[in-house]
């Protein structure tokens, strides 16, 4: 007889193998594999503040390159970040740069700059009962930052600037809607607690990513790379 649960367990264990084995081998993670560390809050606006909780939230962020490329050649640009939702529970999410047109913000398209980078969510949100939306990260302040997709370019910028994005919930038949303002800066070592952000892990329970079975997969990715960077003595990634 066949033992169903063997047999959609199967996918997990090949990804999450998959994922282990190449963060093992870049002693970081398999994607996004160095970045920069943020701090800064969180202000949700319109509906979504019973989610979030009213006022400013603290948040810790990481800009990254998701395949690592060198100095200022192009990647496709990642936007994680963590905030704390109503019952001060981690509330994580992850974006990468997405194309600017009506259908190619919904596709992860490489960015040649952090002045013109936009960050979506790869799967929807469900909130509540509410029909999905997808996330977006707008940049406020485009024209001051760097015209290049170089890590240390956006480090240096941080010398003397912040990072502000607008985040946008835009769904199918809807108009898009603001959830709030980001700003972040440079973290202090001291409050960067984290060496992982998971959307699949940490979220409210009326709040999820849909569809669920690309969340399994998802989730034995990010479970991969994370027990790939901790064995043999491998070091936490920036």
């Known amino acids: 007889m066949i033992d169903l649960h063997r047999v959609t367990e199967l996918p997990n264990t090949v990804v999450r193998t998959a994922f282990e084995t190449g963060a093992r081998f870049r002693h970081a993670r398999v994607f ?27 948040v810790i962020a990481r800009q990254s390159k998701g395949i690592g490329s060198p100095g200022g050649v192009p990647d496709v640009l990642g936007l994680a970040f963590r905030v ?94 603001t959830v709030g303002e980001l700003d972040l800066r440079r973290a202090e070592p001291e409050e960067y607690r984290t060496d992982f952000f998971d959307p699949i892990l940490n979220h409210p329970d009326d709040v999820t990513l849909v569809p669920q079975a690309v969340n399994w997969l998802r989730e034995s990715a990010y479970t991969g790379s994370r027990r790939g960077r901790t064995d043999d003595g491998a070091q936490p990634a920036t």
Do not use: C, K, M
């Open 32 to 58: 996004h594999p160095r970045g920069v560390r943020l701090a800064g809050r969180f202000h949700a606006t319109s509906d979504y503040v019973p989610w979030f909780g009213p006022g400013d939230r603290a």
């Open 84 to 177: 704390l939702d109503r019952d001060e529970h981690p509330w994580d999410f992850t974006l990468a740069t997405t194309g600017r047109s009506a259908l190619g913000r919904f596709v992860i398209t490489p960015a040649r700059s952090w002045g013109t980078a936009r960050f979506g969510t790869l799967l929807p949100y469900r909130f509540g009962d509410a029909p999905p939306v997808w996330l977006f990260a707008e940049p406020l302040d485009t024209d001051g930052l760097p015209n290049t997709a170089s890590l240390r370019a956006l480090d240096d910028h941080l010398d003397d600037q912040v990072l502000r994005f607008s985040i946008i919930a835009d769904g199918i038949g809807r108009p898009p809607e």
